[in-house]
């Protein structure tokens, strides 16, 4: 028998092109799915369905965190305001040596998962080691979720010893596709200053071999060129290139120091970009030229990367501050609008996974990932636009339903 | 008979240099001040006397929003993502023509009021027209402030003869020191690109006559020089020492074009300058070398600026965003450490509003103007220290008390 989900008393941005603002709107769930959308007049809702008051609130797709590391949020505040070499080689690598095991990866993914899910992600797209007990805390959590299994030329947790990375990556891949649809699983090859290009090249392949998504970390540091040992000169984007693993599933992370020539690469190969502002401002990386990526006509979508540098998973926040920090580097007002920030964080995510088709925006059809945000206290007053409300004026605490899947993760704020 | 409130049950940040920080610390506050602070055994707490448990949060300072337009809320998100000169003509100011009269005034101040108390700001610096108004609707709120009213060489609200601006301006001051010590009256000449020297120097003169502060809006757009008819070639704040306007009791807001000249004379006068990244950032007026103020020692307190340009009133977003912004601005990640951006916006607005003695941090003696802030949702958790944990992870919705003058002002979260 089918279950029905009905929200209603709410404006409802759909994110789709042709009708994206319903004014007075309601959203239908069936099972798993968006049955339909309406304004006015309710449909009808069987005995045994369940009615959301929206309370005059947004309802929208929810948010797509392209890339975080979810464990890391056990070293959350752990060591902040710190030069790179010393964060890491003083402070997280030995954390991670000491602290990070099987049991610790699941607690601090759930802690993480929940963090999410209470400010509005519904999918996220992670990269870690032991990443499958990530995948099946993550499942454990209902949110929806890519787990990509970390490939290193070190020893690393839970794989001691590098020649056995990738094979490693490869039994992550077989374990989590029987988790369910709703965890996907991937392969993370580091950089390509931790991986040779043997490394690098044998991940994509056994990526494109079992058709999931090949994620990498890359430009994000300036001298990232003079760290890679078998570069010719080139770039990090074209070194990649050349090795052959650009394409539509593939997903860089960062990507701060692109050129113009970069961009065509990306643009061409289809590759999209995540997008993580508030660590490339932390971490003092750089400004990733996303007005041009956007140009260009590459995918971006947007991320938090993991807690030791944001510190937080919160894409509201991530969404005001890519508005405002392109502004002000560009010196132009204009660039990076409210609904381009919100795209990024909706169907840029949803793009970037090869998720569109099911999620991203709100539509007949497409899975019921749907997130409610109260417009009710004063900082959300008055409301003139509502993408002007949810990226300069929201804060991820006014999240107040959250449903994944067609199921309600958050009822009122609070975690169900 | 003295009224006690005694909190208990947290991390206590004073902001004290002597000792800044009580692990399971109490707060005795006495009447309006806070009598006693300490850590272990609490002290008896008289019959009528209430009791404050912060739940093992963070007991600090109330932060100080040291600019504002509190009336500004009424235009939160009517236009955004446009240039500079569309903003302000197509939009804001035919809004402010057609919307801002004494009621809306007095009305969209207690909404800000609510905003702010809501979001652990105990005291704001505000400046707008019908001031005397907004200082009323402040007062009636709880918040402590200093309001400002605005004066500009042209038509204004409530100030239709540009010639009567200065007289206003008193009149106004006059009137609130009527109001009682929570609210203090000031000066506010817009800007030296709209307001003649003439102007300038009796707006000041006025100001240190009534031994009130002096607020002006310098050096936040890149072309402002120009804009001044009456500069020789001088920088803005040139130009306002060479008129006698700048000592401790002018407050100079933005600040963003200053050069290293500029920074001495703002050092050898003492004229603190309020920093509002955000502001400055959506607007696409440019980033303050703050790092390089605090070099020179200027004193730098921090500020939302009106909804209009941010698009709200949370310091806790504003203090993140300072300390991310300078670092990928400086391309070093060690400026701007938490603990510099939490005393901004505490004890560095307490001074730049002359309330230092009173206000700013926690100590015996000082006005009891004190937040709990709560640590237990997933976002704050594992807190392994406190200033990263409320500069780098802290939404403004984790304040869960707020007391100003020893009144309570909210409690769990919501307007007492």
């Known amino acids: 028998m089918a279950s029905h989900i009905l929200i209603h008393n709410g404006t409802v941005l759909t994110m789709e092109t042709d009708r994206p603002v ?4 309601w959203v239908m769930i069936q099972n798993h799915r968006i049955q339909q959308l309406g304004t006015g007049a309710l449909p009808g809702v069987a005995g045994h369905g369940r009615v959301i008051d929206a309370g005059g609130g947004i309802i929208m797709p929810g948010l797509v965190n392209a890339h975080i590391h979810a464990p890391m949020s056990m070293f959350r505040g752990l060591a902040d305001d710190l030069p790179l ?11 991670e040596a000491r602290q990070v095991n099987p049991d610790s990866v699941a607690r601090w993914t759930r802690h993480s998962c929940h963090e999410m899910l209470l400010s509005g992600t519904t999918t996220c797209c992670d990269g870690y080691f032991f990443e499958t007990e990530v995948a099946r805390a993550m499942a454990t959590t209902g949110i929806r979720a890519v787990a990509a299994q970390g490939v290193i030329d070190f020893p690393a947790p839970g794989v001691p010893d590098p020649q056995e990375n990738v094979r490693h990556a490869i039994d992550h891949v077989t374990a989590v596709k029987e988790l369910g649809s709703r965890i996907t699983p991937s392969i993370f090859c580091h950089s390509a200053y931790t991986c040779s290009s043997k490394t690098l090249v044998a991940g994509k392949d056994a990526a ?12 994000e540091v300036k001298h990232e060129p003079e760290m890679i040992k ?20 593939t997903l860089v992370a960062h990507g701060v120091w692109v050129d113009e020539t970069d961009l065509t690469i990306l643009a061409r190969c289809n590759t999209p970009v995540v997008h993580c502002p508030e660590s490339n401002m932390k971490l003092a990386s750089g400004i990733a030229p996303v007005p041009k990526m956007l140009g260009a006509g590459v995918q971006v979508a947007l991320g ?15 969404m005001g501050t890519a508005a405002k920090l ?12 409210a609904k ?15 998720m569109d088709r099911e999620i991203g925006s709100l539509a007949p059809g497409k899975k019921a990932d749907i997130i409610v945000v109260d417009t009710a206290k004063p900082h959300m007053q008055p409301m003139h636009n509502p993408f002007s409300g949810l990226v300069y004026s929201a804060k991820s605490s006014d999240v107040s339903w959250v449903i994944v899947d067609g199921i309600v993760r958050v009822a009122g704020g609070k975690l169900a």
């Open 208 to 219: 494109r071999d079992a058709g999931v998504l090949f994620q990498i970390h890359a430009a």
């Open 304 to 318: 938090t990367d993991g807690c030791a540098s944001n510190n937080d998973l919160d894409m509201f926040s991530e």
């Open 340 to 354: 381009t920030c919100l795209t990024m964080a909706t169907m840029g995510g949803a793009r970037a996974l090869g």
């Open 85 to 95: 070499d010393v964060w890491l080689n003083a402070h997280i690598f030995p954390a």
């Open 22 to 25: 319903i004014e007075n709107g």
């Open 230 to 249: 078998e570069n010719n000169g080139e770039s990090v984007i074209q070194y990649l290139d050349r090795l052959g693993i650009l394409d539509k599933q």
């Open 326 to 337: 392109h502004k002000v580097a560009c010196m132009d007002p204009c660039v990076m609008d």
